[in-house]
T-cell receptor, first 111, second 115 residues
Framework: DAKTTQPPSMDCAEGRAANLPCNHS???????VYWYRQIHSQGPQYIIH???NNETNEMASLIITEDRKSSTLILPHATLRDTAVYYC????????????FGQGTELSVKP | SAVISQKPSRDICQRGTSLTIQCQVD?????MFWYRQQPGQSLTLIAT?????????ESGFVIDKFPISRPNLTFSTLTVSNMSPEDSSIYLC????????????FGPGTRLTVL
């Protein structure tokens, strides 16, 4: 699985959009980009995934660049409860669920 | 979706002893995994628990230290053997379900402290 690079930490004001970047320059054509988050003392939680088109669900939006070498997770109106570590992971869609976690981005949403 | 429970939720153990962690899923799943999260670190995959056969271990993890059982499609155990303080971590069970999201679910974790 391709390796990802994320900033170790970010701050965001409550109510503003949080934009979390991820670099995955060695991504293969059949690998999807997945985002998970881990709120303190809980197991990771799925947020969203995509291949090459932009995706949106009730939690977030995922923007993938045309060359697929990077992506951005957008939380449109961050709340204090969005404070967590966010992990960007790439893996083959139909492959078994083995996930390789990087160090992630620790997002702090401040009042 | 899949709801995962783990027992115990936390434990404090003495050096040299062993602890068995249980993982129960509310539905049958093909793939179950065990992860370790050391203090302040990201998650590291220990092994894939295979139903009816030996677990598949990742580099750096061995069966003698982390024996795993998977007697059926809803249950697995991970044993941390001959513990040392370096084994103090959160141990998480995870399952993979095929569907529109090909989503992976995680249990709440077992927080282990070894004295």
């Amino acid at each position: 699985d391709a390796k990802t690079t994320q900033p170790p930490s970010m701050d965001c004001a409550e109510g503003r959009a949080a934009n979390l970047p991820c670099n995955h320059s060695t991504i293969s054509g059949n690998e999807y980009v997945y985002w998970y988050r881990q709120i303190h003392s809980q197991g990771p939680q799925y947020i969203i995934h995509g291949l090459k088109n932009n995706e949106t669900n009730e939690m977030a939006s995922l923007i993938i660049t045309e060359d697929r070498k990077s992506s951005t997770l957008i939380l449109p109106h961050a709340t204090l409860r969005d404070t967590a570590v966010y992990y960007c992971i790439v893996r083959v869609y139909n492959q078994g669920g083995k996930l390789i976690f990087g160090q992630g981005t620790e997002l702090s949403v401040k009042p | 979706s899949a709801v995962i429970s783990q027992k115990p939720s936390r434990d404090i153990c003495q050096r040299g002893t062993s602890l068995t962690i249980q993982c129960q899923v509310d539905s049958q799943v093909t793939m179950m995994f065990w992860y370790r999260q050391q203090p302040g670190q990201s998650l590291t995959l220990i092994a894939t628990a295979n139903q009816g056969s030996e677990a598949t271990y990742e580099s750096g993890f061995v069966i003698d230290k982390f024996p795993i059982s998977r007697p059926n499609l809803t249950f697995s155990t991970l044993t941390v053997s001959n513990m040392s303080p370096e084994d103090s971590s959160i141990y998480l069970c995870s399952v993979f379900t095929r569907g529109p999201r090909n989503e992976q679910f995680f249990g709440p974790g077992t927080r282990l402290t070894v004295l």
